[in-house]
T-cell receptor, first 115, second 111 residues
Framework: DAGVTQSPTHLIKTRGQQVTLRCSPK?????VSWYQQALGQGPQFIFQ???????QRGNFPDRFSGHQYPNYSSELNVNALLLGDSALYLC??????????????FGDGTRLSIL | QKEVEQDPGPLSVPEGAIVSLNCTYS??????FMWYRQYSRKGPELLMY????GNKEDGRFTAQVDKSSKYISLFIRDSQPSDSATYLC???????????FGTGTRLQVFP
């Protein structure tokens, strides 16, 4: 049973560029959440997708956007990259709230470095 | 005030010691609590998942929630060098699937 998979594992970009990160959820999961983890900090919630729609969003600017596909996989897009966007980007999957509270399972993340 | 607070450590203990990791949270409405373990260059791995107050045990790990003091703990018995990692506490704030994490405590268990 495959867990949450993310690609790529590591990415280097320059300021002003755009980036797309990808996530495949754990088998059977239908909800995908994205988190940003800066060095030495806990993950910070970016947004969550369910039924191909953004269900809730954390305190991140509109430069951060996402998408969920019918097979539940998801993408995180970041435009106009800033040095401060350098972080580990984590994808987590779970069953939707409608099936009672379910824990989130994380992938190993994409490490994004901005030069 | 942060919604979840956690001492970043580092915490260094000898092999075999009992480890106590702790977090406090700000809102008494929080009901679901988790502990994740994160090895270097890896994603967080779910260790324990608890609801409301009380204890939950799984092998060498015990999670404890004290709602009266808004305090959550993770105890590790007979600690091993393989337990060396960062431990993150988290809550499912307002039961919305939006996790709020502490900063993580770095634990080192030396032989």
């Amino acid at each position: 049973d495959a867990g949450v998979t993310q690609s790529p594992t590591h990415l280097i970009k320059t300021r002003g560029q755009q980036v797309t990160l990808r996530c495949s959820p754990k088998s059977g999961h239908d909800t995908v959440s994205w988190y940003q983890q800066a060095l030495g900090q806990g993950p910070q919630f970016i947004f969550q997708y369910y039924e191909e729609e953004e269900r809730q969003r954390g305190n991140f600017p509109d430069r951060f956007s996402g998408h969920q596909y019918p097979n539940y996989s998801s993408e995180l897009n970041v435009n106009a990259l800033l040095l401060g966007d350098s972080a580990l980007y984590l994808c987590a999957s779970s069953l939707s709230q409608s099936r009672s509270n379910q824990p989130q399972h994380f992938g190993d993340g994409t490490r994004l470095s901005i030069l | 005030q942060k919604e979840v607070e956690q001492d970043p450590g580092p915490l260094s203990v000898p092999e075999g010691a009992i480890v106590s990791l702790n977090c406090t949270y700000s809102n008494s409405a929080f009901q679901y609590f988790m502990w994740y373990r994160q090895y270097s260059r890896k994603g967080p791995e779910l260790l324990m998942y608890t609801y409301s107050s009380g204890n939950k045990e799984d092998g060498r790990f015990t999670a404890q929630v004290d709602k009266s003091s808004k305090y959550i703990s993770l105890f590790i018995r007979d600690s091993q060098p393989s337990d060396s990692a960062t431990y993150l506490c988290a809550t499912d704030a307002y039961n919305t699937d939006k996790l709020i994490f502490g900063t993580g405590t770095r634990l080192q268990v030396f032989p």
